[in-house]
Each structure stands twice: as structure tokens, then as C-alpha cells.
């Protein structure tokens, strides 16, 4: 398939297809501040209302709802009371499936993100979802927004990637799913498999 954003019928698939092509994407996001950017290099895909780690797994909510919408647009929710995370809704609408980035090598923006993060580590920098989020200075206020148009964008990847497979990780529901995937070698991942 060729992958191009001059339509949204490259999301409108299953999580489980989505993630894996998205690695090596770059993920934007332009503030006043400046811009902030980094290749995805590990995601997690969530299969809707039937599994059982999804948000969408007890039906819509006030907090899923752009879950249950068109694909290509950014859930973004609050975590532990910590952090939050950013997923890119994919399927058909109404499917409430997505994928979720865990991980990103920094590449715009990166004393910006060492600012934010008040963190020195480059590896450590945008290593985790809840990392990368604040490296790049996403909330809720990004909840909704079509990756199609700025100021947060997903641009394709040129070149293909390797990748590895392993089971979800931090989840404690269907966590036998192989549905990560993450770049083989890269350092920026959260955890080089579900194990370590």
C-alpha cells in the first residue's frame, strides 16, 4: 500500500496493521514555543470494544468518545493521575480501535524537549509514551485533532523499517497479545521487549 496522508483511508484499518506501519513515521507538533518532532519507533495497537485492555473495551464514554469516530485523529487521554498518552484512532468509525505511540527518537526541537522534560538523556528523552508527551507538550487540548492538518502531523515514512513483535506491556488485561512492535536496535524504545 502506498502510504500517503492525501487521504485517511491508510488509518481506516485494523490497529493491528496500522502499528507496525507507522514506525518510522515522524510525529510533529508546532507550538509558540516551537517545534517539536521524533520517528515513532515502538507502538502498541488496542482492537476496540473486544479487547479487553482497550478504553473502549466497556463502550463509549465522555473520555473514549473520539475513539469511537473517524480514524486519523488523536486520542489523548490522562494516565495515573501523571501523564498522558497520545493514540491515533484507526478502522472503521465507530470500531473505537487505536494505536497507541510509546516511543520516539527525537530529531526537531530537542534542547526544547531536554527543557520540558528537564532531562539531559537523549535515549531517556521521548522513551516511553508519557515522555513523549511532555517532550512534545501534548494534553488534551490535542484530544480530536486530525493528524492531517497542523499543528500536529504524521508524516509517512521514506524507507521501510525492521521491526520486532512482543505482547503488550503495562496493561494488565490481554497483555498475551502480540500487538507491539518497536524498531529492532533502535535505543529510543521503552523497553527492548516485554521481559526487560
Same mark, same amino acid.
Given at each position: ?32 514555543? @516551537?517545534?517539536?518532532?521524533? %520517528?515513532? !519507533?515502538? #507502538?502498541?495497537?488496542?482492537? =476496540? &470494544? ?5 478504553? +473502549? ?23 495515573? @493521575?501523571?501523564?498522558?498518552? %497520545?493514540? !491515533?484512532? #484507526?478502522?472503521?468509525?465507530? =470500531? &473505537? ?5 510509546? +516511543? ?6 530537542i534542547e526544547l524537549m531536554h527543557a520540558r522534560r528537564g532531562i539531559e538523556n537523549l535515549t531517556q528523552l521521548t522513551s516511553g509514551p508519557g515522555k513523549l508527551t511532555q517532550a512534545l507538550a501534548l494534553n ?57
Amino acid at each position: 500500500m502506498t502510504r500517503t496522508l492525501t487521504k485517511q483511508s491508510f488509518f481506516a484499518r485494523p490497529a493491528t496493521t496500522v502499528a507496525p506501519e507507522l514506525l518510522g513515521w515522524t510525529l510533529v507538533h508546532d507550538t509558540p514555543e @516551537g517545534k517539536t518532532s521524533g %520517528i515513532i !519507533v515502538e #507502538t502498541e495497537a488496542y482492537m =476496540g &470494544a473486544d479487547d479487553a485492555a482497550s478504553h +473502549a473495551f466497556r463502550g463509549p464514554t465522555p473520555r473514549t468518545q473520539v475513539m469511537f469516530g473517524p480514524a486519523g485523529y488523536a486520542y489523548i487521554y490522562f494516565t495515573y @493521575g501523571m501523564h498522558y498518552c %497520545i493514540n !491515533v484512532v #484507526t478502522g472503521k468509525a465507530g =470500531g &473505537a480501535s487505536a494505536v497507541l505511540i510509546r +516511543a520516539l527518537e527525537p530529531v526537531e526541537g530537542i534542547e526544547l524537549m531536554h527543557a520540558r522534560r528537564g532531562i539531559e538523556n537523549l535515549t531517556q528523552l521521548t522513551s516511553g509514551p508519557g515522555k513523549l508527551t511532555q517532550a512534545l507538550a501534548l494534553n488534551k487540548a490535542q484530544n480530536g485533532h486530525d493528524f492531517l492538518t497542523p499543528p500536529l502531523q504524521l508524516l509517512p515514512s521514506t524507507k521501510p523499517v525492521k521491526f520486532e513483535i512482543s505482547p503488550r506491556i503495562g496493561i494488565r488485561h490481554a497483555a498475551d497479545k502480540p500487538w507491539r512492535f518497536y524498531i529492532k536496535d533502535s535505543p529510543y524504545v521503552s523497553r527492548r521487549s516485554a521481559k526487560n
